[in-house]
């Protein structure tokens, strides 16, 4: 995900939380990821958020600050 910074586009992404699972040494049955996209081009934030939506056949990806 953070390959996908591009500073020439003012884009950004990072993830910074990781979790999954209910115990150690076990196949988690999920897992998530908590993250950031910042950019100022729209068309490379969509680009950017539809990337990141696809890497899961079952995930979202939505704002905590405003929903979106």
């Known amino acids: 995900i953070e390959s ?3 500073y020439e586009k003012t884009l950004t992404c990072n ?3 990781v979790g999954g699972g209910e115990v150690s040494n076990r196949v ?3 897992a998530w990821a908590e993250g ?3 950019c100022f081009d ?3 934030f969509s ?3 539809d ?3 696809n890497l899961a056949s079952d995930s979202t990806v939505t ?3 405003d929903g979106y």
Request: aromatic share 12%; hydrophobic share 50%.
């Open 28 to 30: 988690p049955h999920f």
């Open 15 to 17: 993830v910074g939380v």
């Open 63 to 65: 704002s905590s600050f």
């Open 36 to 38: 950031e996209i910042r």
């Open 42 to 44: 729209e068309a490379a």
């Open 47 to 49: 680009t950017a958020k």
């Open 51 to 53: 990337f990141i939506a």
């Open 4 to 6: 996908l910074t591009d």
